[in-house]
């Protein structure tokens, strides 16, 4: 038997939503907010901008604003950007969302559980061991691999940890793509 991976898998983690942003409401104090369908607010003020985009507390339905330029000159801003922000655009809204400086900025964590989802081939192909599969990520997902591995192959987190050679820590969450083997079963 060779110790070279006779198959390559594609396996692809894609957004099915926005996630939720865990951030607590002043009104009620929950924790979880959305950006609903995605709304900027731009306001002028002389020769200069604040740009926010508006976010919904999930529980009591309150409107917060998350700020993304704050007074700067209307000329730094990109026309087509700015453009955007007027139409809401939604590739816009999901691109500034999952800017980690803009969570940092304002203090906010994304919640992913239930956003996303993990295509992978139909079948899976009972042909010579082993088996080597590609991870891509098409947005910023943080998942661990052993849960992924496991939960996809029905494997128990401790048989993924003695099966399968990773490229990653297989404990540790990645929101960039590996690759990982599996190897046959005792």
Known sequence: MSSQPHTVLPW???RTRLPLLSLRCVDCGSESATTGE???RVNANGKRLHVWLLVRCVSCDRTSKLAVYERV???SIDPAELDGYHANDPELVASTLLDPLLARRNRFTLDWKGAWRLDTPSAWLDEAWPVKVE???EDPV???PDRLIAHRLGLSRNEVLRRIKCDVPLRRPTSAG?????M???
């Open 12 to 14: 692809v983690v894609r």
């Open 38 to 40: 995605g709304r900027f």
């Open 73 to 75: 000159p209307v000329t």
């Open 135 to 137: 991870v891509v990520f």
């Open 142 to 144: 943080p998942v661990r």
């Open 178 to 182: 590996f690759t990982f083997t599996v």
């Open 184 to 186: 046959a079963g005792d």
